[in-house]
Structure formats: C-alpha cells, structure tokens
C-alpha cells in the first residue's frame, strides 16, 4: 500500500478547529499514530489511541496500514518512513523481552503492556505446561514462528508445523492435536470471534522468547509527542482504565528478560561447552552502548571471499530469524554494541560453537563446516573485522580466543 504523507495544511485546520472546540484552554496538538491494520491487536491500539487522544484533547489520526509484510517479515525502511513520516507514533509493536530493544534508527515508548507466545489447550485438557505433556505428543505450531525453538528444549515432543496460527487453532479444535504453541492475541482473536465457545485453555509459555513488551515505537523527532503518550498512558493506568483497554489481548506493565536462566540450562543440557562461556552473555542491556575501541591492530582471520560467501549463506539460512541486516527478530541481533560487547565476553570460538552446534536453531547442525566457517567470517565482517590474506578454517574457528568486540562506527 502507499503511504500518505502527514498533510500539514490539515493538520493546521485541526489544530485551530480543536482550540476553538477547547476555548484555547490547553493548546490542542494534533495526535497521529500508525496502526497495524494486519495484527490482531488492531483494535486494541485502536482504543488505546482514543483514550490517549481523548486524555490529552488532542484530535486523533489514525494512518492504517499492512504490517504483515510480503516476506514474512519486518522491513526496516518501512518502518523507518511510517515513523518518520505518517505519524507520530507506531502503537502496538511487540518487542521481545529476552532480546532486543527498539530497531535501529528509532526509539521505544515505556513498555504499557505485555504478551507473547502461548500454551493452548482444547476444552477439557488438565495439560497446562510443556512438561506435562506425554512423550511423543505432537504439539501444533505455526511455521518460522518462535515456539518451532522449543523443540530443542522439549525432545520428547513432535512438532506438527502448520502454515497459519488458523491452522493450528483448527487442529485443536479437532482434537488432532494435544496443545499448540500460538501468539496469544491472535488466540484471543479467534476466541471474540468464531471459536468463542470453543473452550480452548490458555497459559503461559515459560521459555525464551516467549514474552513480550508493547511499545509505542517513534522517531527521535517526535520525542514530544511520546512524552505526552506516556503521560496519558501513566494516567490511563492510574485510573484503573489500562488493564480493560488491552484486555484480553495484553496485560499492563512490563515483563522482564527470561533469558539469563533459560538460556543457561538450555544450552548446559545440550552442551558443556558452550554453557561455560555462555553463563555470562546475558541480559544484554538495551540502548546505545560506546562501541569498543582498541588499539591494537586487529587481527585478519578470513579472506573477503569467505564473508562474501558467508553472506549468501546467512541470508539463506539465518536471516529469517536474525534478520537480513542481523538486526534481530526472532533470534537476537548479530551484530553491534549489544552483541558483541566487554559484558558478553565472547570470543570467537564461543560464537563459533554456537553456530555449529545450535544453529540453524530448528535444525542445528545441518550445514557444512565450510558454510559454517563462512558465516563466521561474515559476522566477523560485520562486526568490523578486517579481511585478509589467510583463510579462516573449521578448526581455527573453534579454538581462536580472540575477542569479539564489536569495532564498528
Ligand atoms: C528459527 C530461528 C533461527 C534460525 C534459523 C537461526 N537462529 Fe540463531 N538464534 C535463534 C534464537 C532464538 C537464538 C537465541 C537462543 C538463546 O538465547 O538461547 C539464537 C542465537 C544465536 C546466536 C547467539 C547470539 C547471542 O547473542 O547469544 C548466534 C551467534 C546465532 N544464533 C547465529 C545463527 C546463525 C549463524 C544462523 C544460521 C546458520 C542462525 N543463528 C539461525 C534463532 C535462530
């Protein structure tokens, strides 16, 4: 769809039009916020915006627009010209509570709410976590969604990969299978709608990057008008009204990282190894932290031909879930200050393990050690590494203690 610049002319007309209304008491501003028309909490940011407008007698504009995207994914520029541009605020955007802050190049609202990845169960089941679920239960999950992840954890389960969330809302309803594992306001969704007496149980998801934090995403340029939306969002929440608006979607307030713990046992289960180097990564604080500057030469450990290759590969095999400028989305970022940080203490042979024996993370293991070993020089490119004469090799990459700190601008 195309976007509409914000039209200035008008937004003058309103803003006299709301003084003359208010009598000039508080200046009326101008409210526009973008929503995303194709999530399932459309109408949920929907009231959340009215309330805000009506708090701050301001004259709401709603710019709708399709965030599902073409190829399954977000798109950074998008989003980029959608908060520049046609509002002042992106209401709704979910961020994952064990990753990643706000995308580059924008800022986050205070977290209001929260919600994540679910547990559904049909009417009936005493089933309320993963773990008690019999051996060899098939559980639905909807394909390249996160809860495809839990597999690693849950070996004594079978995932039944379905193309939609409606999909796996209909093989429970069939009793084909046990549970699923579904974003929650999407469940919620098809409960208000046509599976309302379905009876499908809900529970939470204990298992990283499963939580997540609503935000209000906008550009540093609109920095006033998120001031004011978290004062309303403050006095929403005050008067008792918050909790209501974001049912039965979200929940209010924050969720913190599951990281740390989860994370830790997972990989101690599935390698000593990584589980000693891996204890003190986490949580990896948001925001724009100093990148690192050393003055020693840094070293060269591949040739641009293997980044160059490595490129190629990560997109076709990692990108869906670290995203194509390693930014992050399902996965964490790949890349920057936050990743590749003094508190992360990695060394090459720590990120290499996990590629090798974690990654891609449904189906870890399944590259050649030549991809593997291309990939690595592709984040150590990334990440500001100089190219060489030398090849990087399986072995090096496994036993080089070199420090990976991130050496970009
Ligand atoms: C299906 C999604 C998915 C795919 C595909 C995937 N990853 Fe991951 N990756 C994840 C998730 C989720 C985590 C975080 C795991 C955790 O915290 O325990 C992760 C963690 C990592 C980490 C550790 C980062 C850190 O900060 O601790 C690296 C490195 C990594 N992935 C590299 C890759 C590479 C390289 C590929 C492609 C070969 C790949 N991943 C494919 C989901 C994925």
């Not at 924008?106 to 976590?129: D, E, I, M, N, R």
């Not at 995403?217 to 006033?224: E, G, I, V």
């Not at 008067?239 to 039965?248: D, M, N, V």
């Not at 890349?335 to 992360?344: P, R």
């Amino acid at each position: 769809m195309k976007l509409t610049r914000h039209s200035r002319p008008r937004a003058w007309l309103v803003a006299i039009a709301a003084v003359l209304l208010y009598g000039g008491t508080a200046a009326a501003a101008d409210l526009s916020v973008c929503i995303d028309s194709s999530s399932p909490t459309a109408a949920m940011d929907t009231r959340l915006a009215q309330a805000v407008a009506q708090h701050e007698h301001a004259m709401l504009q709603i710019h709708r627009f399709d965030g599902s995207g073409d190829d399954g994914g977000f798109d950074l520029d998008h989003f980029n010209k959608l908060a520049g541009h046609s509002c002042d605020l992106v209401l709704g955007f979910p961020i994952d509570a064990d990753a990643h802050g706000a995308p580059p190049g924008l800022k986050a609202s205070t977290p209001y709410g929260h919600t994540g990845f679910v547990l559904v169960t049909p009417p009936g089941s005493h089933v309320a976590t993963l773990d008690q679920l019999a051996a060899g239960s098939n559980v639905a999950v909807t394909y390249q969604t996160t809860p495809n992840l839990y597999f690693i954890d849950h070996r004594q389960l079978v995932a039944d990969v379905r193309l939609s969330d409606e999909d796996s809302l209909r093989a429970l309803a069939r009793h084909q299978v046990p549970a699923a594992m579904l974003w929650e306001p999407t469940v919620r969704r098809y409960l208000a709608g046509a599976g309302a007496h379905s009876g499908l149980q809900i529970h939470p998801l204990h298992e990283p990057h499963a939580n997540f934090n609503l935000v209000a995403l906008y550009d540093a340029r609109h920095q006033p008008a998120a001031d004011a939306f978290e004062q309303a969002i403050t006095a929403i929440q005050a008067s008792g009204r918050l909790a209501e608006l974001l049912a039965p979607y979200a929940r209010t307030g924050a969720v913190g990282p599951s990281r740390p713990l989860a994370r830790a046992a997972r990989v101690e289960r599935s390698d000593r190894r990584v589980a000693r180097h891996c204890s003190g990564t986490a949580p990896k604080p948001v925001g724009n932290r100093k990148p690192h500057h050393d003055d020693d030469a840094l070293p060269a450990l591949y040739t641009a031909a293997q980044a160059e290759l490595g490129q190629a590969k990560f997109k076709e095999n990692c990108a869906v879930c670290h995203g194509p400028h390693l930014e992050g989305r399902a996965g964490p970022a790949l890349k920057g200050a936050n990743f590749a940080s003094e508190e992360a203490q990695f060394h090459v042979r720590d990120i290499f393990t996990i590629l090798v024996h974690n990654m891609p993370a449904t189906e870890p293991g399944s590259l050649a050690h030549d991809d593997y070993v291309q990939i690595m020089a592709f984040l150590l490119q990334q990440n500001g590494y100089p190219a060489g004469p030398q090849q990087l090799t399986y072995d090096e990459a496994l036993n080089s203690k070199v420090k990976l700190l991130y050496h970009g601008e």
